[in-house]
C-alpha cells in the first residue's frame, strides 16, 4: 500500500471516529477550543496589497491576549520585581514586573509612568534574566546576561544597552484598574517562539 493510501485511510478512521461521537477533537476545533482558553478571537476585513491591481479583501482572524492580574499598586515597592508567566504558562513566559521608583518609562503605568513589565529570557539565545534588574542613577536595566552580556533598557522599551543580543526584550503591556495591574499584551517576540500566543 502506498504512504498516500495509507494516509487516506487514516483520515477516514478518524473522520467516521468523530462521526460516531467518541471523544475526539478535530484539528478544526481543537484551533476553536484553544483559542478560546486563551483569548477572545474576532474577525476582521483587511484588504492585501491596497492601491495595486492585485488588492483583494479577505477577513483575518484576530487573537487577542488574556488579560491577568500580575500585581496591585498598593503591594508594590520600588525595585522589587515580581515574577509571574504571561500570555501563558508555557516555555519562555516567564516575566516580572517591577516599579522603577519614579523614573518614567515607556509603557510605565501608575501615578509616575513608572511601572513596567518585560519578559525574563534575553532575545539573543534565551539566558536567563531574573535577578538581573539594576537601578543606577536615572538607568533601569535588565543584565547583563548570564550567557553573553546583553543589557536592556528597561525606560525604553527594553532597547538593547549593550551585549549580543539584537532585539529589545518584549515588553509586557500593562493596564491599571483601581488597584490593580494586569498584563493586557506583548511588544516584541518572546525567544524561542514562533508565535506568542502558539504555545
Ligand atoms: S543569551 Fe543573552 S547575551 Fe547571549
Known sequence: MSIFSKLKDQT???DSAEEHGKCMLSRRNFLMYGSASLAAASTVTVTLFPGT???EQMKARVVGYPR???AKLSEMKDHQPIAFNYPDDGPNSQAMIVKMAGVQAGGGVGAARDIVAFNYLCTHQGGPLVGSYKATGEHRTLGQCPL???TFDLRRHGIIVSGQA???LPQVLLEVDGDEVYAVGMMGLIFGRNS???S
Request: glycine share 0%; net charge positive; hydrophobic share 35%.
Open 148 to 150: 553573553h552580556l546583553s
Open 166 to 168: 539584537y532585539q529589545s
Open 53 to 55: 491591481a492585485q488588492a
Open 196 to 198: 506568542n500566543m502558539s
Open 68 to 70: 491577568k492580574l500580575v
Open 12 to 14: 477516514k478512521d478518524k
